[in-house]
């Protein structure tokens, strides 16, 4: 640790001892700041025009709103609030920061429909062509098709994710404001793409329900492979933290035991509740389907489903 972090770091153990005045300290990190003030602007911005022109609710409805609004807000205490102070101190805080940027933050935002809401900020001229690139084939379309793909959009995220918890990139992160922000951005775009397969309603590659539950499964494994990892881990990843665990009570191994358990137990929990609930959904509409079918054939006096089964498929085809 480096003279100047050494000094900062004794600068904050003195707010922690001093009664608990480390809630005061929140980033002024210009960067975090103007990112999350351009992403409120233009989204409130576009948000006004679309509901000052087709009246509010539409194509956007509030609940979508609220939720950009709350993932919004979510950001803000990950990167600006006391929690980014702390989590220069503790890995385990900085796993909760990390969580909340993927878990909570990018599905929150994915849901208000972004870059929806911000296509009204753009001329009207301007807007109609970038929708138009989008909804014909041309190389814009080909090129998000081809990024949004995914199993690729799956690699990325497990990329990421383990490649920025490789020690020397990490502590390269802990080390650099700039790099701390290229990662946090870099978490934050690829759970955004990794959202966004899930939940975008307007997209043409939804995944089958199976085929979500899968995805959701493998990204709850991968994940909790690196939480295990960690948890036990004989010893410490990131020397970094050996000058600043102290204060708290803790041991460099300690610390990086509960990061682990953090990141293998409510972030595996999660994936998995998700992937439980669409395959709930699944198994509803099967079920739902295969009522329809009962009906059709008690409607057509039918003695054989499969009969009537067949003369679907055969008017499908």
């Known amino acids: 640790m480096s003279p100047a972090q050494a000094a900062g770091s004794s600068q904050f153990h003195h707010h922690h001892h001093g009664g608990g005045s480390w809630l005061t300290i929140w980033s002024s990190n210009p960067r975090v700041i103007v990112g999350l003030g351009l992403m409120a602007l233009v989204y409130g911005a576009g948000l006004y025009r679309l509901w000052a022109r087709a009246g509010k609710g539409a194509g956007v409805s509030t609940g979508r709103a609220a939720s950009f609004g709350a993932g919004w807000l979510t950001l803000v205490i990950a990167l600006l609030s006391p929690l980014d102070a702390i989590a220069g101190e503790l890995f385990a805080i900085h796993m909760i920061q990390h969580l909340l940027i993927i878990l909570v933050a990018a599905p929150l935002v994915v849901s208000g429909a972004p870059f929806f809401v911000a296509l009204w900020v753009l001329p009207k001229e301007v807007r109609r062509r970038v929708a138009s690139a989008f909804n014909r084939d041309s190389g814009m379309r080909a090129s998000w098709d081809v990024m949004s793909q995914p199993l690729l959009v799956w690699s990325a995220f497990f990329a990421t994710l383990w490649l920025w918890h490789i020690p020397g990139l990490y502590e390269a992160a802990l080390r650099s404001q700039l790099i701390h922000d290229i990662q946090h951005l870099g978490f934050m775009v690829a759970a955004c793409m990794t959202w966004w397969i899930l939940l975008n309603p307007m997209g043409r590659l939804r995944l089958t329900r199976g085929t979500g539950v899968l995805y959701l ?101």
């Open 217 to 317: 499964f493998t990204t709850a494994l991968h994940g909790a492979a690196l939480g295990v990892l960690l948890t036990f881990s004989r010893q410490g990843w990131y020397d970094y933290y050996e000058q600043t665990t102290a204060a708290w009570g803790l041991t460099l191994l300690q610390d990086q035991q509960i990061a682990g358990v953090i990141m293998w137990m409510p972030a595996s929990l999660l994936y998995i509740g998700l992937a439980a609930w669409v395959l709930t959904l699944w198994i509803r509409e099967s079920e739902t389907a295969d009522r329809k079918l009962m009906r059709f054939a008690a409607s057509r006096g039918s003695s054989s489903i499969e009969d009537d089964r067949q003369r679907l498929l055969n008017g499908m085809r």
